[in-house]
């Protein structure tokens, strides 16, 4: 090529991301590391739904059967432990750590189906072995961290600008925009939903099918003794070393629950559950006495398939492959965000910048939000989102 003594400058590009979680930081930073401007809205600030949490689990949910949604949860618990130490997070343990995370079995058909992972070769003993001196395996890499010091470290880029609105529309078009609560209107090359349960407010979002589901945590007080528990531990729900002198003990589960604030009954149901699985824990904790400091309610989002919804926006029309110009979703990471959403994001980056995807199609299909129209439409033909 001659060198015309002129520097060419591509038109720097602009990605809108709706939210300020897990899926939001994660995918504005892929988008960032790409080379492009990303505004992210989010009226609350950095972590204030689900990702919030004083500690979260970095883990998965080993299977032998290799499903589209088992292989997601391995690729996704692969890449999200690449990304952990791509970003030198956590990097001291007042943020967690990468240690491993002890998965007891809480019952029979659970030993049986981790014992079948770990013999399928599916998930090899460099991720997943016994655990040394309990009825357990050990997710190796794994651990527990605090997500919204994640999400903060995700957004602390030159190229990211949080701007704390709400989004109350989107419109598709190159450019795509936004309109803002306020009225205010911004354009972008796309603009990424990353809003979990509350995009289904959005205009024309309504159809996406998923479940909300009320969970809340007990933060409960350190002992001398349990201050030196290192890894984290899941039974029927999951225990974390102390974090400022708090362990995370949770979770409650609950579906048709939208109750914001934290109960006292919900609280009970935690140390119920850790008592039952973790009896030794229980007692080294305070047992009857365990001192319960904080406690916080968040509602998880999940799809009907169990896998995150990722990739282009569908729009109603009687072609089910029409996507909308410049508008994509990235949300439902159910009770794995830690772990699904450095995937979907860097799988959305590459899709929007026209890269090598990080999946193959199969999974790219699992992941594609159209899927819930083109199964309904198999059953219902006129139906439209
Ligand atoms: C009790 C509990 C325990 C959990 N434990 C674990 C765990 O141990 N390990 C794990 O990996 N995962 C865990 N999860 C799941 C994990 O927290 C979620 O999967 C993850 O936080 C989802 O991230 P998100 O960014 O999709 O959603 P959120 O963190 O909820 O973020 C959505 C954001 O969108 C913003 N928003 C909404 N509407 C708009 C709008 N119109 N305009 C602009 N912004 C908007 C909201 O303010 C919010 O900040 C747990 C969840 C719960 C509830």
Same mark, same amino acid.
């Given at each position: 090529?001659?060198?015309?003594?002129?520097?060419? *400058?591509s038109?720097h590009?602009?990605?809108?991301?709706?939210?300020a979680?897990?899926?939001?930081?994660t995918?504005?930073r892929a988008m960032? +590391?790409r080379?492009w401007?990303? #505004?992210?809205?989010?009226?609350?600030?950095?972590a204030?739904? @689900?990702?919030g949490?004083?500690?979260?689990v970095?883990?998965?949910?080993?299977? !032998?059967?290799?499903?589209?949604?088992?292989?997601?949860y391995?690729?996704?618990?692969?890449?999200?432990l690449? /990304?952990?130490? =791509?970003?030198?997070?956590?990097?001291s343990?007042?943020d967690?750590?990468?240690?491993?995370?002890i998965?007891?079995?809480?019952?029979?058909k659970?030993?049986q189906?981790?014992?079948?992972a770990?013999?399928?070769?599916?998930?090899p003993s460099?991720?997943?072995?016994?655990? &040394?001196?309990v009825n357990?395996? +050990?997710l190796v890499?794994?651990?527990?961290l $605090?997500?919204? $010091?994640?999400?903060h470290h995700?957004?602390? *880029?030159? +190229?990211?600008?949080?701007?704390?609105?709400?989004v109350?529309?989107? *419109?598709?078009?190159s450019?795509a925009s936004?309109?803002?609560s306020?009225?205010?209107?911004?354009s972008?090359?796309?603009?990424?939903?990353?809003?979990?349960?509350?995009?289904q407010?959005?205009?024309?979002?309504?159809w996406? !099918?998923? &479940?909300?589901?009320r969970?809340?945590?007990?933060?409960?007080?350190?002992?001398? #003794?349990s201050?030196?528990?290192?890894?984290?531990q899941?039974h029927?729900g999951?225990?974390?070393? @102390?974090?400022?002198g708090?362990?995370?003990?949770?979770?409650t589960?609950t579906?048709?629950?939208s *109750?914001?604030?934290?109960?006292? @009954?919900d609280?009970?149901?935690n140390?119920?559950?850790?008592?039952?699985?973790?009896?030794?824990? /229980?007692? #080294?904790?305070g047992g009857?006495a365990i001192?319960?400091?904080?406690r916080?309610?968040?509602f =998880?989002?999940?799809?009907?398939?169990?896998?995150?919804i990722?990739g !282009?926006?569908?729009v109603?029309t009687?072609?089910?492959? =029409?996507?909308?110009?410049?508008?994509?979703?990235n949300?439902?990471?159910?009770s794995?965000?830690i772990?699904?959403?450095?995937?979907?994001?860097?799988l959305?980056?590459?899709?929007i #910048?026209?890269?090598?995807?990080?999946?193959d199609?199969q999974?790219?299909?699992a992941?594609d939000?159209? $899927?819930f129209?083109? =199964?309904?439409r198999?059953?219902?033909? +006129?139906?439209?989102?």
């Open positions: 090529m001659t060198n015309t003594g002129f520097t060419l *400058h038109r590009r602009h990605a809108i991301v709706i939210g979680g897990l899926a939001g930081a995918t504005a960032a +590391e080379g401007q990303v #505004t992210v809205f989010d009226p609350q600030g950095i204030s739904g @689900a990702s949490n004083l500690a979260g970095v883990y998965s949910t080993p299977s !032998p059967h290799l499903t589209p949604q088992n292989r997601f391995q690729a996704s618990y692969r890449h999200a690449a /990304w952990l130490y =791509r970003h030198g997070f956590p990097a343990h007042s967690g750590q990468l240690n491993g995370v998965q007891h079995f809480v019952d029979d659970q030993q189906k981790l014992t079948a770990m013999d399928s070769g599916a998930w460099d991720v997943l072995r016994p655990a &040394k001196g357990a395996v +050990e890499g794994g651990g527990y $605090r997500p919204d $010091r994640w999400c995700m957004l602390d *880029h030159p +190229e990211i600008t949080l701007c704390r609105y709400t109350a529309s989107l *419109h598709e078009g450019p936004v309109q803002l306020n009225g205010n209107q911004m972008a090359d796309a603009v990424i939903v990353c809003a979990a349960g509350a995009s407010q959005l205009p024309g979002l309504a996406l !099918p998923l &479940k909300h589901i969970g809340q945590v007990s933060y409960c007080q350190a002992t001398e #003794t201050q030196q528990w290192q890894q984290a899941c029927g999951y225990l974390t070393p @102390a974090l400022g708090l362990h995370c003990v949770g979770a589960f579906l048709h629950d *109750h914001p604030s934290p109960t006292d @009954a609280d009970a149901e140390l119920a559950q850790l008592k039952y699985y973790l009896p030794d824990a /229980w007692q #080294t904790l009857n001192v319960i400091k904080d916080r309610v968040a =998880r989002c999940q799809s009907l398939d169990f896998v995150p990722c !282009p926006l569908p109603a009687d072609n089910p492959h =029409r996507i909308a110009t410049g508008l994509y979703l949300v439902a990471h159910g794995r965000g772990t699904g959403t450095p995937l979907c994001a860097d959305l980056a590459d899709l #910048t026209g890269e090598p995807l990080p999946v199609s999974l790219v299909d992941l939000p159209s $899927r129209i083109l =199964r309904k198999k059953k219902q033909p +006129e139906w439209k989102p």
